[in-house]
């Protein structure tokens, strides 16, 4: 059974940092791009960060680039999200995504498998 699970979420207060972890299980996940997205009350979910399958490119969206960075872990079932300066409207449920294929997509429907989301909040 393929399980994505993250942990690391919390209550930081704004200007803090927090890592967030995602671990994947059931199978072997070298071969696919991984990301990360995020979920506000009332809004869509959107598209944080991303690598590939090699773990060798990033991409982020316009509103964390350059306070967020994502990263692999060397067996590749690992995944990272270090989350630095937060704002309170970085306050969301966190989502770790793999797909089936070695490059990103900015697409939550391009997206397979699914964790359960932690959840993180900056408080102001």
């Known amino acids: 059974q393929v399980q994505l699970v993250e942990s690391g979420g919390g209550l930081v207060q704004a200007g803090g940092s927090l890592r967030l972890s995602c671990a994947a299980s059931?199978?072997?996940?070298?071969?696919?791009?991984m990301g990360w997205f995020r979920q506000a009350p009332g809004k869509e979910r959107e598209f944080v960060a991303a690598?590939?399958?090699?773990?060798?490119?990033?991409f982020y969206a316009d509103s964390v680039k350059g306070r967020f960075t994502i990263s692999r872990g060397t067996a590749k079932n690992t995944m990272y999200l270090q989350m630095n300066s937060l704002k309170p409207e970085d306050t969301a449920v966190y989502y770790c995504?793999?797909?089936?294929?070695?490059?990103?997509?900015?697409?939550?429907?391009?997206?397979?498998?699914w964790g359960q989301g932690t959840q993180v909040t900056v408080s102001s």
């Open positions: 995504a793999a797909r089936t294929a070695n490059s990103v997509s900015y697409y939550r429907h391009d997206y397979y498998y």
């Open positions: 690598v590939t399958a090699s773990g060798g490119s990033t």
């Open positions: 059931g199978r072997t996940f070298g071969s696919y791009a």
